[in-house]
Nanobody, 120 residues
Framework: EVRVKESGGGLVHSGDSRTLSCTISGVDFENAAMGWFRHHPGPGRERELV?????????IYGDSVKGRFTISQDDDKNMLYLQMNNLKTEDTAVYYC????????????WGQGTQVTVSS
């Protein structure tokens, strides 16, 4: 079965740290890149790219999380992580793990998401 499943969300306070995990099944890492997205609450808010590991190992971060979040991937364990430090209330969102097809560039596999709520 091809799937990804996020875990690790919860309620935290501003300034806290939290690590999200994504269990990956059935994805060929030779042809896929992994990443984290988030969807903030409220009408009209679009899904935002948080971080992305390219197939060549390069890492991309969204401007709002640079210097605070760190993405990592363990291919042997089929896991993707997002270490989040110095959390802010604006980081409150549902966080999604996703896989990108190397050839088409489309994000084709999504998890159910995990809620992170940051209180002040």
């Amino acid at each position: 079965e091809v799937r990804v499943k996020e875990s690790g969300g919860g309620l935290v306070h501003s300034g806290d740290s939290r690590t999200l995990s994504c269990t990956i099944s059935g994805v060929d890492f030779e042809n896929a890149a992994m990443g984290w997205f988030r969807h903030h609450p409220g009408p009209g808010r679009e899904r935002e790219l948080v971080s992305h590991i390219l197939t060549n190992g390069a890492v991309i971060y969204g401007d709002s999380v640079k210097g605070r979040f760190t993405i990592s991937q363990d291919d042997d364990k089929n896991m993707l992580y997002l270490q989040m430090n110095n959390l802010k209330t604006e980081d409150t969102a549902v966080y999604y793990c996703a896989a990108e097809d190397y050839y088409s560039g489309s994000w084709w596999l999504w998890g159910q998401g995990t809620q992170v709520t940051v209180s002040s």
